[in-house]
């Protein structure tokens, strides 16, 4: 059981907005960053959004990054076929002294 | 552009040590405020956390193997290592290496290591 709550999948429509979840607790999302991830199958994750909704350079603003109390939520708005991946949150937590993730998301575009 | 590889056996018997190296280019490992990360993925799973080092020599660990963890570093050869001790197939998985700033913005291919004998 991974300390942060994803839900395992989520799809959408090409050029829908959708979003995904991403749950923790006063000692890790509600006290530190959050960061996203995306994967696809076979490859090393890659930082989609860092400090809860900045975009690394050659992101494309389609995706956005929110975070409201202990919770955490990835946008991703115009969405195309080339979305279809995994995506994983991320955060420090001070109880653990640790980094956690999130059980990753599947998201399908159909 | 910063370049990480990992290395090390894809095989580890069970009870055994195992040992993994990530080799850095187009960046110093002992310069910068970066932390130098361990992160695994079991097929078909998540991710998980190992461990990390900072360019001073300070560790941090996940606790649920902090027993079993050691990251480390040699600026002489730029590179650094996890070792895994007493392991079990529960440990077979994707092993990532990563550097860390504002996140981990630099990751290995990965290496699949398997616990079998």
């Known amino acids: 059981q991974s300390v942060l709550t994803q839900p395992p999948s989520a799809s959408g429509t090409p050029g829908q907005r959708v979003t995904i979840s991403c749950s923790g607790s006063?000692?890790?999302?509600?006290?530190?960053?959050v960061y996203w991830y995306q994967q696809f199958p076979g490859t090393a994750p890659k930082l989609l959004i860092y400090?809860?909704?900045q975009r690394p350079s050659g992101v494309p603003d389609r995706f956005s990054g929110s975070k409201s109390g202990t919770s955490a939520s990835l946008a991703i708005s115009g969405l195309r076929s080339e979305d279809e991946a995994d995506y994983h949150c991320?955060?420090?937590?001070?109880?653990?002294?640790?980094?956690?993730f999130g059980g990753g998301t599947k998201l399908t575009v159909l | 552009q910063v370049q990480l590889q990992e290395s090390g056996p894809g095989l580890v018997k069970p009870s055994q040590t195992l040992s993994l190296t990530c080799a850095v280019s187009?960046?110093?490992?002992?310069?910068?405020?970066?932390?130098w990360t361990w992160i695994r993925q079991p097929a078909g799973k998540g991710l998980e956390w190992i461990g990390r080092?900072?360019?001073?020599?300070?560790?941090d660990y996940n606790p649920s193997l902090k027993s079993r963890v050691t990251i480390s570093v040699d600026t002489s050869k730029n590179q650094f290592s996890l070792k895994l001790s007493s392991v079990t197939a529960a440990d077979t998985a994707v092993y990532y290496c990563?550097?860390?700033?504002w996140g981990l913005g630099y990751w290995g291919q990965g290496t699949l290591v398997t616990v079998s004998s």
């Open positions: 006063s000692s890790n999302i509600g006290s530190n960053n």
């Open positions: 080092i900072y360019t001073s020599g300070s560790t």
């Open positions: 400090r809860n909704n």
């Open positions: 187009g960046g110093s490992v002992s310069s910068g405020s970066y932390y």
């Open positions: 990563a550097r860390e700033n």
């Open positions: 991320a955060a420090w937590d001070d109880s653990l002294s640790g980094r956690v």
